[in-house]
């Protein structure tokens, strides 16, 4: 029987204030490979409701990674970035040494730092989406009684 790699990552949430509704996600660590060959922890949000991966420009570019030189010729719908594709090699932290690839928009300009003073909205994010990996890897949730409050997502190596 060949070993399996899993890993179980509890909910986290958060109640909003003005409406009592609860706020949900779930954060994983990945270890992106960089253009030397080294890995550099980054923490991405699990979204399946994302249809791409995204990550910023800047920080692809501060990993030596392929960046094309031109974007593309739209914009991102939600940060009015700027659009380039990408892919990324990672490691999922707490999982074995698999290394696994994602297709990713890198969203912004490459040479600029985005601004800690601009609109949260308008940053570019560290989004996972988890379809894009299923050939290689199962994506579940649980809950069972006595664990986190709102379960767990359970990643699996197939």
Same mark, same amino acid.
């Given at each position: 029987?060949?070993?399996? &790699?899993?890993?179980?990552?509890?909910?986290?949430? @958060?109640? %909003?204030?003005?409406?009592?509704?609860?706020?949900?996600?779930?954060?994983?660590?990945?270890?992106?490979?960089?253009? /030397?060959?080294?890995?550099?922890?980054?923490?991405?949000?699990?979204?399946? /409701?994302?249809?791409?991966?995204?990550?910023?420009?800047?920080?692809?570019? @501060?990993? /030596?990674?392929?960046?094309?030189?031109?974007?593309?010729?739209?914009?991102?719908?939600?940060?009015?970035?700027?659009?380039? &594709? /990408?892919? %990324?090699?990672?490691?999922?932290?707490?999982? =074995?040494?698999?290394?696994?690839?994602?297709?990713?928009? %890198? %969203?912004? =300009?490459?040479?600029?730092?985005?601004?800690?003073?601009?609109?949260?909205?308008?940053?570019?994010?560290?989004?996972? @989406?988890?379809?894009?990996?299923?050939?290689?890897?199962?994506?579940?949730?649980?809950?069972?009684?006595?664990?986190?409050?709102?379960?767990?997502?359970?990643?699996?190596?197939?």
């Amino acid at each position: 029987m060949s070993r399996r &790699s899993r890993i179980a990552i509890p909910v986290s949430h @958060q109640t %909003l204030y003005a409406t009592g509704d609860v706020k949900l996600w779930v954060k994983v660590t990945l270890w992106l490979r960089d253009g /030397g060959g080294n890995f550099k922890d980054f923490v991405f949000k699990v979204d399946s /409701g994302t249809e791409i991966t995204t990550f910023p420009a800047y920080d692809a570019k @501060q990993l /030596g990674l392929y960046i094309p030189a031109n974007p593309a010729p739209v914009r991102h719908e939600q940060t009015g970035l700027e659009v380039r &594709s /990408g892919m %990324l090699l990672f490691r999922i932290d707490g999982m =074995d040494q698999t290394h696994y690839a994602a297709s990713c928009l %890198l %969203l912004g =300009d490459p040479n600029v730092r985005p601004s800690p003073n601009a609109p949260a909205a308008m940053l570019p994010r560290n989004l996972l @989406q988890p379809l894009a990996l299923l050939e290689k890897l199962n994506f579940s949730t649980q809950k069972n009684p006595g664990g986190p409050a709102y379960g767990e997502l359970v990643i699996e190596k197939k």
